[in-house]
């Protein structure tokens, strides 16, 4: 009889419950869970070799530092800690007043794990600093941004009611590979084969998800905020507008309306180059939606106009009306919120806004490398792998070897930890007590506390134990007998030991994920330590959403008691729990003031200003490449092995036929990709579903890989050196990934031999 054990799939941000069964340190074998409550036994084609994960000749087993040489030599973690301590310290006593510290921190979570977060806040903290970057600061900001204009918060994040709408309209994202809500496939499969629920799919390439829809609307690239806006002002026009629920919920639609009417539709639609005949039939199923949910991704929020594309798709349900009815977009609870609310605080280096607690990810090289008194002079990597995934990579690279100090910590030998002076290995996400705060669901929403299927590999230590003996190190813990103390507390008066720790906590507010680790961590069972940062969020949860928590438990108790049992059940249910399930007009009281504000006037004013004339290509760079697709067999950086690539093994260009010849290219040859930032060589492929002059290459590729000889090879495109990190939206800094001006080239003899040569040395090792 099969063992199988509960964890959850850590390849895309769904993660979904899986069943494992092991042999010792190995995933041998892979279903969905279907007693997770969420993904109730969902899977798709990624991971049934998850154990390539955690197991691969680049899995870290010791602390490295850099030699003076550029090489990494292996440290004691005690060497590599009391060192980066001292740096660290130096660094903090040698930082003037008036700055926002000088650590810049990376990442803090991947896809499926962000315990580590938690005690990076802390480091953070102990070192002033409030310079965050992240993924989200590279794709959600501005979401965030236009969330905090219309309903008065950036933590107030949005939902999709997908399984029960009758009408997805899906813009610039794919589903069907990409994910980005539960059991996607099935759901996207049930609205085709349900004659009464409609699909509008929105990408310039008839995407997979796109070939299923009832209306495809492929739009030249990037004129996203063109035809939204045409079609926005088509649905008021025809009547639209939901006048009860504009006038019961919301400021400011006259100015908004006053914005649309004024939309010359015919020549925005003309600009995105879609077909009048298939924008009418979109309009008809908009107007006769009984409940509409709008599911959008990086197609617009990496595209052109990233911003004002994320408020137009949130003014295409909120003025229609399918906001926070079943099917229809709404908020969400949060067990504990994964970003932090910003009040307009700016970068005095590049004057970027903090949005969501973050600066944009493509300013990091301009933080590091200014000539500015106030300038970021250490880099804190964690769970990220920016020198593959930052736009810009040459400027990453630069800004990792120009600051004082690198650290990165990860499971992997990463390009980015190649580049550290530091690296620290972390157990990985099999390894510990892990779980991710993308809980996104309304009206029920879920969490799932993962336990550890191994023992840390040896040499690595858990997130919680690495910041938490650094801070140690720095002094910023209190001393053992106090920590003795607050355990005692901890267990047999845990409901108090906020009160118990309080005269510590005031001295140094931020360590508290350490102090509580340290603490209450020790009282809980079966080394779950690291989920004791989980405990203040729970009784904060359970304050913020009472009558949601005590239904979805099933229990009345409130208040302390609320929270401590809601704690004791995360910590009781390996398959994940619903934590929060509200009624549906609670909604409202999720944000600031229970009305949206409908009208933004910065949005406003940008949508007036656009103008189809001056949208114009650059005839050097005609192409519009999609620089980081999502497909069958990508997942961001977190699966390196090249065996697992189950197709696309060398992450080819795509493009369609006419596309490659009038480079000169047939499909298989080598193809040279050429920005205004950058060059690399790609494999070519002919794919006639992208639309004319729109190329594509895929995400999560250009590893750098053990070639099994003592030499390392490159796998796939790296992406990111063709990124022009100044080619980005004015608010939020998002680069425009979706929509790259390139061209393609033939390649030299030599860029071709060399690309030949690397992709024969990986398919040696798929083969292995
Ligand atoms: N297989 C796989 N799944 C993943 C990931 C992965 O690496 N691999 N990564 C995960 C992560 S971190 C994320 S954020 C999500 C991203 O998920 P998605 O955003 O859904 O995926 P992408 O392929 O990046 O881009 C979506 C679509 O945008 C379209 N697009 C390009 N330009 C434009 C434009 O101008 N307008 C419009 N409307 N569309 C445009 C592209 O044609 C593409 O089909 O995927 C997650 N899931
Ligand atoms: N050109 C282009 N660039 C892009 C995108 C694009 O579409 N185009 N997409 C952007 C998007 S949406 C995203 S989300 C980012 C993703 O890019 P990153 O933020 O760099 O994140 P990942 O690629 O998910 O890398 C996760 C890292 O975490 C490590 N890791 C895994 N588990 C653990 C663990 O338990 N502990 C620690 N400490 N480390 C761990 C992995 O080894 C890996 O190095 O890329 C962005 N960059
Ligand atoms: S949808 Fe995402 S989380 Fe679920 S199995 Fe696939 S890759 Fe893993
Ligand atoms: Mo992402």
Same mark, same amino acid.
């Given at each position: 009889?099969?063992?199988?054990?509960?964890?959850?799939?850590?390849?895309?941000?769904?993660?979904?419950?899986?069943?494992?069964?092991?042999?010792?340190?190995?995933?041998?074998?892979?279903?969905?869970?279907?007693?997770?409550?969420?993904?109730?036994?969902?899977?798709?084609?990624?991971?049934?070799?998850?154990?390539?994960?955690?197991?691969? #000749?680049?899995?870290?087993?010791?602390?490295?530092?850099?030699? #003076?040489?550029?090489?990494?030599?292996?440290?004691?973690?005690?060497?590599?800690?009391?060192?980066?301590?001292?740096?660290?310290?130096?660094?903090?006593?040698?930082?003037?007043? +008036?700055?926002?510290?000088?650590?810049?921190?990376?990442?803090?979570?991947?896809?499926?794990?962000?315990?580590?977060?938690?005690?990076?806040?802390?480091?953070?903290?102990?070192?002033?600093?409030?310079?965050?970057?992240?993924? /989200?600061?590279?794709?959600?900001?501005?979401?965030?941004?236009?969330?905090?204009?219309?309903?008065?918060?950036?933590?107030?994040?949005?939902?999709?009611?997908?399984?029960?709408?009758?009408?997805?309209?899906?813009?610039?994202?794919?589903?069907?590979?990409?994910?980005?809500?539960?059991?996607?496939?099935?759901?996207?499969? +049930?609205?085709?084969?349900? *004659?009464?629920?409609?699909?509008?799919?929105?990408?310039?390439?008839?995407?997979?998800?796109?070939?299923?829809?009832?209306?495809?609307? *492929?739009?030249?690239?990037?004129?996203?905020?063109?035809?939204?806006?045409?079609?926005?002002?088509?649905?008021?026009?025809?009547?639209?507008?939901?006048?009860?629920?504009?006038?019961?919920?919301?400021?400011?639609?006259?100015?908004?309306?006053?914005?649309?009417?004024?939309? *010359?539709?015919?020549?925005?639609?003309?600009?995105?180059?879609?077909?009048?005949?298939?924008?009418?039939?979109?309009?008809?199923?908009?107007?006769?939606?009984?409940?509409?949910?709008?599911?959008?991704?990086?197609?617009?929020?990496?595209?052109?106009?990233?911003?004002?594309?994320?408020?137009?798709?949130?003014?295409?349900?909120?003025?229609?009306? @399918?906001?926070?009815? $079943?099917?229809?977009?709404?908020? @969400?609870?949060?067990?504990?919120?994964?970003?932090?609310?910003?009040?307009?605080?700016?970068?005095?280096?590049?004057?970027?806004?903090?949005?969501?607690?973050?600066?944009?990810?493509?300013?990091?090289?301009?933080?590091?490398?200014?000539?500015?008194?106030?300038?970021?002079?250490?880099?804190?990597?964690?769970?990220?792998?920016?020198?593959?995934?930052?736009?810009?990579?040459?400027?990453?690279?630069?800004?990792?070897?120009?600051?004082?100090?690198?650290?990165?910590?990860?499971?992997?030998?990463?390009?980015? %930890?190649?580049?550290?002076?530091?690296?620290?290995?972390?157990?990985?996400?099999?390894?510990?007590?892990?779980?991710?705060?993308?809980?996104?669901?309304?009206?029920?929403?879920?969490?799932?506390?993962?336990?550890?299927?191994?023992?840390?590999? #040896?040499?690595?230590?858990?997130?919680?134990?690495?910041?938490?003996?650094?801070?140690?190190?720095?002094?910023?813990?209190?001393?053992?007998?106090?920590?003795?103390?607050?355990?005692?507390?901890?267990?047999?008066?845990?409901?108090?030991?906020?009160?118990?720790?309080?005269?510590?906590?005031?001295?140094?507010?931020?360590?508290?994920?350490?102090?509580?680790?340290?603490?209450?961590?020790?009282?809980?069972?079966?080394?779950?330590?690291?989920?004791?940062?989980?405990?203040?969020?729970?009784?904060?949860?359970?304050?913020?959403?009472?009558?949601?928590?005590?239904?979805?438990?099933?229990?009345?108790?409130?208040?302390?008691?609320?929270?401590?049992?809601?704690?004791?059940?995360?910590?009781?249910?390996?398959?994940?729990? %619903?934590?929060?399930?509200? &009624?549906?007009?609670?909604?409202?009281?999720?944000? &600031?003031?229970?009305?949206?504000? /409908?009208?933004?006037?910065?949005?406003?004013?940008? /949508?007036?200003?656009?103008?189809?004339?001056?949208?114009?290509?650059? $005839?050097?760079?005609?192409?519009?490449?999609?620089?980081?697709?999502?497909?069958?067999?990508?997942?961001?950086?977190?699966?390196?092995? $090249?065996?697992?690539?189950?197709?696309? #093994?060398?992450?080819?260009?795509?493009?369609?036929?006419?596309?490659?010849?009038?480079?000169?290219?047939? *499909?298989?040859?080598?193809?040279?990709?050429?920005?205004?930032?950058?060059?690399?060589?790609?494999?070519?492929?002919?794919?006639?579903?992208?639309?004319?002059?729109?190329?594509?290459?895929?995400?999560?590729?250009?590893?750098?890989?053990?070639?099994?000889?003592? +030499? &390392?090879?490159?796998?796939?495109? &790296?992406?990111?050196?063709?990124?022009?990190?100044?080619?980005?939206?004015?608010?939020?800094?998002?680069?425009?990934?979706?929509?790259? $001006?390139?061209?393609?080239?033939?390649?030299?003899?030599?860029?071709?031999?060399?690309?030949?040569?690397?992709?024969?040395?990986?398919?040696?090792?798929?083969?292995?």
């Amino acid at each position: 009889m099969t063992d199988w054990h509960k964890t959850a799939c850590s390849l895309c941000y769904v993660n979904c419950g899986l069943e494992v069964a092991i042999d010792q340190r190995a995933i041998t074998r892979v279903r969905g869970d279907k007693e997770n409550p969420r993904t109730r036994g969902y899977l798709c084609q990624k991971p049934q070799r998850l154990t390539w994960y955690g197991d691969h #000749p680049d899995r870290l087993t010791t602390p490295l530092r850099r030699r #003076p040489d550029g090489g990494h030599e292996p440290v004691d973690w005690d060497t590599a800690l009391t060192e980066i301590a001292g740096r660290l310290r130096d660094i903090r006593d040698t930082t003037g007043p +008036g700055g926002p510290g000088a650590l810049a921190y990376v990442g803090g979570g991947g896809q499926g794990n962000h315990s580590g977060g938690a005690y990076g806040n802390a480091l953070m903290s102990w070192m002033n600093s409030t310079r965050f970057f992240g993924a /989200l600061s590279q794709e959600k900001t501005g979401d965030f941004w236009v969330n905090g204009k219309l309903f008065g918060g950036q933590v107030c994040h949005t939902s999709e009611g997908v399984e029960e709408c009758d009408l997805l309209v899906a813009i610039g994202c794919n589903p069907w590979q990409a994910h980005g809500f539960n059991r996607a496939r099935t759901e996207v499969n +049930g609205i085709k084969n349900d *004659p009464g629920r409609k699909m509008i799919v929105i990408d310039p390439r008839r995407t997979e998800t796109a070939d299923m829809a009832d209306v495809h609307l *492929p739009l030249r690239p990037g004129t996203d905020a063109y035809l939204l806006g045409a079609i926005l002002a088509l649905v008021v026009r025809r009547g639209g507008a939901d006048e009860a629920f504009l006038r019961d919920h919301t400021e400011g639609y006259e100015e908004v309306a006053d914005a649309l009417l004024r939309i *010359p539709v015919a020549e925005w639609i003309a600009h995105a180059e879609v077909e009048w005949s298939d924008v009418e039939r979109a309009v008809e199923l908009i107007l006769a939606a009984r409940a509409m949910t709008v599911r959008v991704e990086l197609g617009v929020q990496q595209g052109r106009n990233s911003t004002l594309n994320s408020y137009l798709e949130k003014l295409l349900y909120l003025v229609t009306g @399918h906001f926070g009815r $079943p099917g229809t977009n709404a908020l @969400h609870s949060w067990l504990i919120p994964l970003w932090k609310e910003s009040h307009g605080e700016r970068s005095q280096i590049t004057g970027f806004e903090y949005i969501g607690g973050y600066l944009p990810m493509n300013t990091l090289a301009e933080e590091v490398l200014a000539d500015h008194p106030h300038r970021a002079r250490a880099v804190w990597v964690d769970s990220s792998n920016p020198a593959n995934t930052a736009a810009d990579t040459a400027s990453v690279e630069r800004a990792l070897a120009e600051c004082e100090l690198s650290v990165v910590v990860d499971i992997a030998y990463t390009e980015t %930890a190649a580049l550290a002076e530091y690296v620290l290995p972390a157990a990985s996400q099999h390894e510990k007590w892990e779980w991710a705060f993308f809980d996104f669901e309304w009206p029920t929403n879920y969490f799932q506390l993962r336990r550890p299927l191994f023992a840390p590999l #040896p040499g690595t230590l858990v997130e919680a134990e690495i910041y938490t003996r650094l801070l140690e190190k720095l002094g910023a813990l209190p001393d053992r007998a106090e920590l003795d103390r607050l355990t005692e507390l901890a267990r047999t008066d845990r409901p108090n030991l906020l009160r118990h720790a309080a005269a510590t906590l005031r001295k140094a507010p931020g360590i508290a994920p350490a102090l509580l680790y340290r603490t209450l961590g020790r009282t809980l069972p079966e080394g779950a330590a690291s989920a004791a940062v989980l405990w203040p969020g729970c009784h904060t949860a359970a304050r913020r959403l009472g009558p949601a928590v005590q239904r979805a438990l099933g229990t009345e108790a409130s208040g302390t008691a609320l929270g401590e049992e809601l704690f004791d059940r995360v910590l009781r249910s390996p398959s994940g729990l %619903a934590f929060s399930e509200h &009624r549906y007009d609670e909604v409202w009281s999720l944000m &600031r003031s229970e009305r949206v504000t /409908l009208a933004v006037p910065e949005l406003l004013a940008w /949508l007036t200003s656009l103008d189809p004339a001056a949208d114009r290509r650059d $005839p050097d760079f005609p192409l519009s490449l999609v620089n980081g697709q999502r497909r069958s067999h990508n997942a961001n950086q977190i699966l390196r092995p $090249p065996a697992w690539r189950k197709s696309d #093994p060398d992450g080819a260009l795509r493009a369609r036929s006419e596309d490659l010849s009038a480079a000169g290219v047939a *499909p298989g040859d080598w193809v040279a990709v050429v920005s205004r930032t950058g060059r690399l060589v790609a494999r070519a492929e002919a794919d006639e579903t992208l639309r004319a002059g729109q190329v594509a290459l895929p995400h999560g590729f250009g590893m750098s890989v053990p070639d099994g000889r003592g +030499g &390392r090879v490159t796998h796939g495109p &790296r992406i990111n050196l063709l990124t022009d990190a100044a080619d980005r939206d004015p608010i939020a800094g998002t680069p425009h990934h979706k929509d790259m $001006p390139v061209r393609l080239e033939r390649p030299t003899p030599e860029e071709r031999e060399t690309a030949q040569r690397d992709s024969d040395r990986v398919h040696a090792l798929m083969r292995t």
